[in-house]
DNA sequence: ATGCCGCGTGGGAGCGGTCCCACGGGGTGA
DNA sequence: TCACCCCGTGGGACCGCTCCCACGCGGCAT
């Protein structure tokens, strides 16, 4: 059960398979192209490069018995000739249910996706189980040669994003671990969405503004509870700290910070939720309370997930712009991929309110 | 921007990148591997691929040098020799929203995820997006020499299954294209849990039962349908054409057939909808209707997603077991790469009602 | 005319494994 | 004692590309 002492090759992956009856249907190789097209390997493997360095008789006799052969190359072997895999690994810890049915990740995974494959890479998903697997997990994604890694739902005590910095593995994050992330990371403006958010709270003539946050041993959770705190400051209210309510992105979660806020401020009229799940959460806290919402209180969440549309009444909430996250995180790793240094900045892409009924 | 005539390769993919200045962090290899344990090539390899041929001492000595010297296998130089990749490419629809957002994809691909690391194998994602770039996929996935390929949301009319199969890579399809699908696939039992539905409603002692189906063309709307009908026919009752209305799986579609069922029948008592999307399209039909649910109108939907949970009232749905359809799918796939033939079987899994207070 | 430069060009030498053939040595049977 | 086996073992020959060096050839300056 417990790890090996020593990082002994786990056998399940090793284990030689039973003659692998590979139906082998061979495809052309450059070889066969060279020597239909008279001439040298050379010559060949410089068309498909597209290096500028061949005659024109020689290209076109290429590209034609490439086209007649139907040539592709072999991107194995090319990876093993050029100690480059052009493949780029995509992390998520199985953990996060979370992360699954919300758009959140499947949003920026479609960016992900368009900004690799126009620039013709492609994509290894990696779903992480418990520590110990990804432990191991440096040292296998060095192992698969990936060029680079992108990572999502870092926590901040999370060590493998250091350990890929050590193997020199150009990693970005899907948001930081501490407010000096030392790595390449893109996230939205969590601090101005929830400023977006409770300023519209103020707005609408609200005053007693509670707010439930997420684990605060995380970023955006600090972040968007610093968002709050900003928006009340402008508009001259002091912060009470009665007001705020420790949830943890759960729907149970939001409903016993809710439950904790009405009884420590039964007076609030206004709530700004983190995450739309722990607004879910809260809204039958409300109820079972007797406040109708936003009749007596007015709920925004963070997200624009799907449960923000089905909810009753439909939340008003923050949305990340999630695809084009996907394709800043991509731009970044392929940046830092072509060099070094140079793709590791912090990008922040703005956030947007939507208005529904429940704010 | 239509495409070129021969199958030229594309030069965005393939020009040579500007000296990657892959900072050279040189892993170990066998060969070092085997310079320290003092013994050939060959017998690090028999020692990492545990051939029983290896005198305890040698791999004794082999074990240690590897500890010491931390190594991993090359996966891409191993592939180069074995002709395997030990990878597998998961293909999904871009256009496929739906998929993404709800547990559908994220329970199957963990499932998937689960089989496939269990023996070894890597998760390569593909989302296709237009039919050209679909079309280019199946030579592409040759190029990457990939194992087996697994598909979701295969369309009836879809090729690329066919020419994969030309190809001879082993393909798993999530769902089927039609009632006599040649491949190997996995889906649910669509008609049975349709029929769970239905027996529910007429138990509950609804006697006008209507449905929404998905698209037609589609076979998972047409088993959900026999279901229906068959449910229908069990309980001694005849199945009214003007009771079933076609939808698209899409809410909007579920709100224009709710309509059209209303007008054809003032006095439907109970919908069964063949899914939770078209479901929650129908809630507002009916409220704007004037009818109550369940009070009035019984609703049942299918698939058991997130807006069943939080859809006012809680949505009556027939669950679907993704990750254990994930799991047979990496199942399944994997006999058949192991023997050609032996995987091309449909796969069925139950379904199972979970009642919630729509009906 | 001779030298020199530079442009294509061919092909050897890897990349890091696996596969398999041939070989040495100890045990067995005649 | 000698032939015969069989078990481990070493290492050459690939897998299909890229990289780069060296070479031939035509054109220009001397």
Redesign the interface.
């Given at each position: 059960m417990s790890p090996a002492e020593?990082?002994?090759?786990?056998?399940?992956?090793?284990?030689?398979?039973?003659t692998?009856?590979?139906?082998?249907?061979r495809?052309p190789t450059l070889n066969a192209v060279a020597a239909r097209a008279g001439v040298g390997r050379g010559t060949v493997s410089r068309v498909?490069?597209?290096?500028p360095k061949v005659s024109d008789r020689s290209r076109a006799a290429v590209?034609r018995a490439?086209?007649e052969l139907?040539y592709?190359?072999?991107?194995?072997?090319r990876?093993?000739a050029?100690?480059?895999?052009?493949?780029v690994a995509?992390v998520v810890p199985?953990a996060e249910?979370r992360l699954?049915?919300?758009?959140y990740?499947?949003g920026i995974?479609?960016g992900v996706?368009?900004g690799l494959?126009?620039?013709?890479m492609?994509?290894?998903?990696?779903?992480t189980g418990d520590a110990w697997e990804r432990d191991r997990l440096a040292?296998?994604l060095?192992?698969?040669?990936v060029d680079g890694v992108l990572m999502m739902a870092v926590h901040g005590d999370d060590t493998l994003p250091d350990r890929l910095e050590e193997?020199?593995v150009p990693t970005v994050l899907a948001g930081r671990r501490g407010d000096r992330e030392g790595l390449g990371h893109v996230r939205a403006d969590n601090r101005g969405g929830a400023r977006l958010a409770v300023r519209h709270l103020l707005a609408a003539g609200r005053r007693s503004v509670a707010t439930i946050t997420g684990p605060l041993d995380m970023d955006v959770a600090r972040a968007r509870l610093d968002g709050y705190r900003e928006a009340l400051r402008e508009a001259g209210l002091t912060v009470e700290e009665d007001l705020v309510a420790q949830g943890d992105f759960t729907e149970e979660g939001g409903r016993a910070a809710m439950g904790e806020l009405l009884r420590r401020r039964p007076d609030l009229d206004a709530v700004f939720a983190a995450s739309d799940v722990m607004a879910?959460g809260a809204v039958p806290a409300l109820r079972t309370a007797g406040r109708r919402v936003p009749g007596d209180v007015a709920l925004i969440g963070f997200d624009d997930s799907?449960?923000a549309r089905?909810?009753?009444p439909p939340l008003t909430s923050v949305r990340q712009p999630l695809e084009e996250m996907g394709r800043a995180m991509a731009a970044l790793l392929l940046e830092e991929?072509?060099?070094?240094g140079s793709g590791k900045r912090g990008v922040v892409l703005p956030t947007e309110l939507v208005v529904r009924e429940s704010a």
């Open positions: 020593q990082p002994q090759p786990r056998s399940t992956a090793d284990v030689r398979r039973p692998l009856n590979a139906v082998d249907v495809r498909i490069n597209g290096s590209e490439i086209a139907g592709v190359p072999d991107r194995v072997a990876s093993l050029t100690r480059r895999t052009d493949t995509l199985d249910n699954f049915s919300e758009p990740f499947s995974i479609r996706s368009a494959t126009g620039a013709g492609q994509l290894l998903l990696v779903l040292g296998y060095a192992a698969q040669r193997l020199a879910s799907v449960v089905h909810i009753d991929i072509a060099q070094r």
